[in-house]
């Protein structure tokens, strides 16, 4: 019974993801596929919603085996924990570029783009599914931080985390996956028109953003020289796609279009092995200890201090209060929660009436002690909040609470 409730965890978790601001590019972007196969071909739309859950599942399974094989070797993998990498990051802000372009109209690719049942479509729905999953992952959601959780624990059985990783790709595609299944559903959809044009070109503005959103996390990853050099290529990958389209299109002959594409292509490989380096910065980690009277909150922001288990133990050891936020430049849902309730008025004026230290763990990179704290407060990765009192003790916050939320547990756990 137990397994059966965490697979509905994991199951809505997933169906939550969908709303998540890692993975709404995406998903409206696959939402216009979606709409224009219902009105044209609703019988054939079936079929791209079932590749499209299968590509979701896909990707959690496979991400499944990487935490099974990690775990039978005494390791762990935590969720999100492949964007501390730059290679994975680089990847996605490159795809996201590319689909961007795409729906822009720079190139086309025409797997994901028709409506047929043909191979080509079919691998776009899959490829659609697989991207959405993958952007998915630096999110947590209400009830899937229990579930992840679960599937992580070293206790749990090969077969268990398999299942609850499937459930979390399924409940991914369940709202698409529904909305292809029941075509009446299209009634409560806009009339087809030239907005679908401007809404497909609005999406690849939007994936575009993303892709910058991402390349941000990338600067904190890689020295100056080598995040541009990832920039140069992005500029070298769009100009070669641009080259395919326009000179090794279908239009021309098979010799010419072998010629172009193969030489685009190569051009481009070439440049990416030899002047792409990925050169991590050198790291400091924070040991000075903020002064007992040092103001770390004024009426307009917060001030962090970085996070130190030494300073931890100091703030202790002079009575006052934490406030603890693990955060990563590629969690979106971090960087939403931090926006719209940690620095706000309300908590800034509760933080400086207890006198509490705000500070700020900075996972964008792999470190061994926060994920010990990570693992230590029973999660699986971020975004978490803590209160962590005068005696030590650490309060946890759920992964989605409100401001009114965080107020109550500063009153409670680091009021005088």
């Not at 059966?4 to 978790?13: I, K, R």
Request: net charge neutral.
């Amino acid at each position: 019974m137990e397994l059966l409730q965490y697979l509905g965890f994991a199951f809505v978790g997933g169906v939550i993801l969908n709303v998540m601001p890692c993975v709404l590019p995406v998903l409206t972007l696959k939402a216009f596929h979606v709409v224009d196969a219902l009105r044209s071909h609703p019988e054939k739309a079936r079929i791209h919603g079932v590749a499209y859950a299968f590509g979701t599942t896909l990707v959690f399974l496979l991400f499944a085996g990487m935490v099974i094989a990690l775990r039978a070797s005494g390791k762990t993998l935590g969720w999100g924990m492949q964007f501390q990498h730059p290679e994975f990051v680089a990847a996605i802000v490159i795809a996201l570029h590319l689909f961007g372009l795409n729906a822009l109209g720079v190139f086309e690719i025409t797997f994901g783009m028709r409506t047929n049942t043909s191979s080509e479509g079919l691998l776009g729905s899959v490829s659609n599914g697989m991207l959405a999953a993958v952007m998915s992952m630096p999110c947590t959601a209400p009830f899937l931080g229990a579930a992840a959780t679960v599937a992580m624990a070293a206790d749990t059985s090969t077969v268990e985390t398999l299942l609850l990783f499937a459930a979390i790709g399924l409940g991914l595609a369940a709202p698409f996956a529904l909305l292809s299944f029941v075509p009446a559903l299209i009634r409560l959809l806009p009339r087809p028109g030239n907005w679908m044009n401007y809404f497909k070109q609005l999406m690849g503005f939007t994936l575009i953003g993303a892709a910058i959103w991402f390349f941000g996390s990338l600067q904190s990853q890689l020295t100056p020289k080598s995040a541009n050099r990832v920039l140069m290529f992005m500029l070298v990958l769009t100009v070669a796609m641009w080259a395919i389209q326009n000179f090794g299109n279908v239009m021309h002959g098979a010799r010419r279009r072998w010629l172009v594409r193969t030489s685009a292509l190569a051009l481009t490989a070439l440049f990416w092995m030899r002047l792409v380096p990925f050169e991590r910065p050198q790291t400091t980690y924070a040991s000075a200890a903020p002064a007992a009277d040092e103001i770390y909150v004024d009426a307009d922001e917060i001030h962090w201090a970085a996070f130190n288990p030494s300073v931890v133990d100091q703030a202790q050891k002079r009575g006052q209060p934490i406030l603890l936020d693990f955060t990563a430049d590629w969690c979106g849902a971090c960087k939403t929660l931090e926006a719209t309730v940690l620095d706000t008025s309300p908590i800034r004026k509760k933080l400086l009436e207890h006198g509490v230290l705000p500070m700020q763990a900075d996972y964008t990179n792999a470190d061994d002690v926060m994920t010990e704290w990570i693992e230590a407060a029973g999660r699986s990765g971020i975004p978490l909040v803590m209160v962590i009192d005068k005696e030590g003790d650490r309060h946890l916050m759920p992964q989605i609470f409100t401001i009114g939320a965080l107020e109550e547990a500063l009153d409670a756990h680091a009021g005088s």
